[in-house]
């Protein structure tokens, strides 16, 4: 079990930080993309969340707390993240399910990303404690196509 | 962001290299804003180079499918890996796009 703790300012420099952490863990252990290019995206989807909504307007003052858990013991490997931030109270995974199937000219800009957090990681968990938002998400490194 | 950029004939093809994240779309989009404001009006997205791309991504080539829905101006899609694709397909994004396997085919399509 590999786990890596950091904290990064609630910025775009932080979120670049946070995704090369995981990708330097991921390359650490000779796992390929093609494996987890799901995680890779889904904690960048959390984190821009994070850094534009929940602590938008307070710079790199705030910081975001990331636990990045990988667990090459089992057959396919596991991958967990913990994000927490000490912004307002918000659960991301409460927002609707944005509509897919309109034409190109009628799509809203923006609001896929929780949405594609839930398609490809295995759990996603969202916990209002001690103050702060806490989102923990999990997936089995296995191949994933469409 | 690295952006690789070849003038075809028949369009202009812009390639990023890397992840297509939250961080790095911004780039590709003023890139691909400042050519279209220049004029350019068929262009091709090479992707075969990203390693990933998230909704910030999508948001990017949402925006430039918009500016050139209306013919002659055209954007074809090229280079797919697979994760990429299964991002677009998740995303309800492959009906809204011309796709093409490679930057050949791609400006192949052009051509007609």
């Not at chain 1, 650490?28 to 093609?34: A, E, I, N, V």
Request: aromatic content about 2%; some cysteine.
């Amino acid at each position: 079990m590999d786990t890596r703790r950091l904290s990064v300012p609630g910025t775009d420099e932080g979120v670049r930080e946070a995704l090369d952490a995981l990708a330097g863990l991921v390359s650490d252990h000779g796992l390929s993309k093609s494996v987890t290019w799901p995680v890779e995206v889904s904690l960048d989807e959390v984190l821009a969340n994070v850094v534009h909504h929940a602590l938008a307007g307070r710079g790199a003052a705030a910081t975001v707390e990331l636990e990045l858990r990988l667990d090459t013991r089992t057959v396919p490997a596991e991958c967990e993240l913990v994000v927490s931030d000490d912004g307002p109270e918000f659960d991301p995974l409460a927002a609707d399910a944005p509509d897919t199937s309109l034409a190109v000219e009628d799509r809203p800009v923006g609001g896929l990303g929780i949405a594609l957090v839930r398609r490809l990681m295995d759990d996603v968990a969202y916990e209002r404690r001690d103050g702060r938002n806490r989102l923990r998400l999990r997936r089995r490194l296995v191949a994933l196509e469409g | 962001m690295r952006i690789d950029e070849e003038r075809a004939a028949q369009a202009l093809v812009l390639a990023p290299q890397g992840r297509l994240d939250s961080v790095t779309s911004s780039e590709l989009e003023r890139h691909v804003a400042a050519r279209l404001d220049a004029g350019e009006r068929r262009l091709v997205l090479d992707l075969a180079a990203v390693e990933y791309i998230s909704s910030a991504g999508l948001r990017v080539l949402l925006v430039a499918a918009k500016r050139l829905k209306e013919p002659p101006a055209a954007l074809v899609l090229c280079g797919l890996g697979p994760g990429v694709r299964t991002v677009l397909e998740l995303a309800g994004f492959v009906p809204l796009f011309a796709i093409e396997p490679a930057r050949a085919q791609a400006l192949a399509r052009l051509s007609g």
